[in-house]
């Protein structure tokens, strides 16, 4: 068994006494495991780091084996995470998110080529929040926990969105909510597209998202608590207010 694709680094571990597994993201064959020969050596090493865009080959005697991969740079993208600490918190939270909710070997053509261009976007302060936030939100439509902010939940209505059931992801509006408003989740113009992108609505908008992460997605996979470096990202942007 034997195939050819580009992917996105997720993680690197040691593997014997030159080699590293590595997880990488890719458009066609999904998040795959391998080894890489000589990965921990001098050479490798350097190109062996989480968020870098790789040409692989994998090569296996059955399907279900681990295998091996043989990988080679297409480019970096150390340079632009370490230009500064939300760069550098950005890539950790995209890549553990990526590794925490993808399935093996189960392709999101969509989702890669979102993770691709938004990884891109490092280094840019003024775009990547947002980005970021886009990005999280298609994270969990291609999940399938994705959020219906179309109409109201209850009237229908297009109209006055303010918030967000925490049970079904639904929008709701301000005059439908009535006394439940406190039990609802703010639904900020920005993840209705609408409004400029400040600071203060991003932060709002992931900390609604943040719920449907931890409430929904993580249950589904195994109750297993959201990477700490998404929680690290937040608290960052936070911090910027």
């Given amino acids: ?21 590595i ?3 890719t458009e066609g064959h ?16 350097p190109v062996l780091q989480p968020g870098a865009q790789l040409d692989v080959a994998w090569r296996a005697r059955l399907e279900d084996h681990l295998g091996s991969f043989r990988a080679e740079p297409l480019r ?8 500064g600490r939300l760069a550098l918190a950005g890539l950790n939270a995209v890549t553990a998110l990526l590794a925490f909710c993808l399935p093996e070997r189960e392709p999101h053509a969509d989702l890669y080529v979102r993770s691709e261009q938004l990884l891109d976007l490092l280094g ?11 990005w999280e939100l298609a994270l969990l439509e291609d999940m399938g926990f994705g959020l219906d902010l179309t109409a109201c939940a209850v009237s229908g209505s297009r ?67 959201v990477p ?12 910027r207010l």
Avoid: C
């Fill in 124 to 134: 840019n302060e003024t775009l990547w929040p947002l980005a970021y936030l886009r």
């Fill in 228 to 239: 700490e470096a998404r929680g690290r990202l937040l608290d960052l942007l936070s911090r």
């Fill in 159 to 225: 109209f006055g969105l303010a918030y967000v059931s925490p049970k079904t992801g639904r929008a709701v509006s301000q005059e439908a909510a009535g006394e439940w408003a406190d039990r609802l989740l703010p639904l900020p113009p920005v993840m209705l597209g609408q409004g400029n992108a400040e600071d203060a609505e991003i932060v709002q908008a992931l900390r609604t998202t943040g719920h449907f992460l931890a409430a929904r997605l993580a249950p589904a996979l195994g109750n297993h608590p």
């Fill in 23 to 25: 997880d990488v993201f």
């Fill in 76 to 83: 970096s993208r150390a340079a632009a995470a370490l230009s």
């Fill in 1 to 21: 068994m034997e195939w050819r694709d580009q992917g996105i680094l997720l993680s690197v571990r040691r593997h014997g006494e030159s080699s590293a597994i």
């Fill in 30 to 45: 999904g998040r795959h495991a391998g080894v890489v020969r000589g990965g921990a050596g001098r050479r490798m090493a």
